[in-house]
């Protein structure tokens, strides 16, 4: 089955700098990479999510990278702010009915 | 209406006790799951519905019973829980369930089982 795995598992940032969180992904027919944002106690969220057949994608403050050669993805959350502070997990789908996750990675933007 | 809804928010229950956990959604979605997660891991995916019908079921004991009455619901039924069951179950739904499918998710029932 698919394995991804999740870097780094903790990251401290100060409030206005960049975060990168990475992921890799093992089956290539993956072809769905959501990210989710989980702040304590709440439920996951999708926050974006990019389809195997786009590179990048922007969303504001956030973007996600696919480099499908070299089977990883990446988020990047410019100009941080407090409320970005939350766990982030990253997900490989290639049914749909199956998401793999990441083991998440606890993001914390320092005031 | 764009929300996945789960009830109760938390539930507190004995070994012998026996308890249900509500999912709805009226998205028109026609797949439904059940996770569970502990602290500060991800999610790990118990039952997926797909079209009210059982589709995978990721070897979780006997004790978790689910069940689609229809497209708008899924419950899980528990019982004899053991303490190691206590976590977070979340419940999500997609459109159809098929590649490129987002998956969104409900706010959880918290249980704890003593």
């Known amino acids: 089955g698919e394995n991804v795995e999740q870097h780094p598992s903790t990251l401290s940032v100060q409030e206005g700098d960049s975060a990168v969180i990475k992921c890799t992904y093992s089956?290539?027919?993956?072809?769905?990479f959501p990210w989710y944002k989980q702040e304590l106690g709440k439920r996951p969220q999708l926050i974006i999510d990019i389809r195997s057949n786009v590179g990048e994608k922007k969303d504001q403050r956030i973007a996600v990278t696919l480099n499908k050669t070299a089977k990883h993805f990446s988020l990047h959350i410019t100009e941080t702010q407090p409320e970005d502070s939350a766990v982030y997990f990253c997900a490989a789908s290639r049914t749909g009915n199956q998401f793999y996750f990441g083991t998440g990675t606890s993001l914390t933007v320092i005031p | 209406d764009t929300e996945v809804t789960q009830t109760p928010k938390h539930l507190v229950m004995g070994m012998t006790n026996k308890k249900s956990l509500k999912c709805e959604q009226h998205m028109g979605h026609r797949a439904m799951y059940w996770y569970k997660q502990k602290a500060k891991k991800p999610p790990e995916l118990m039952f997926v519905y797909s079209y009210e019908k059982l589709s995978i079921n990721e070897s979780v004991p006997s004790r978790f019973s689910p069940e689609c009455p229809n497209s708008s619901l899924l419950n899980l039924h528990l019982h004899a829980l053991q303490p190691e069951d206590s976590a977070l179950y979340l419940c999500a739904s997609s459109q159809v369930g098929k590649a490129g499918d987002t998956q969104y998710f409900g706010p959880g029932t918290r249980l704890t089982v003593l």
């Open positions: 089956d290539s027919a993956s072809n769905y």
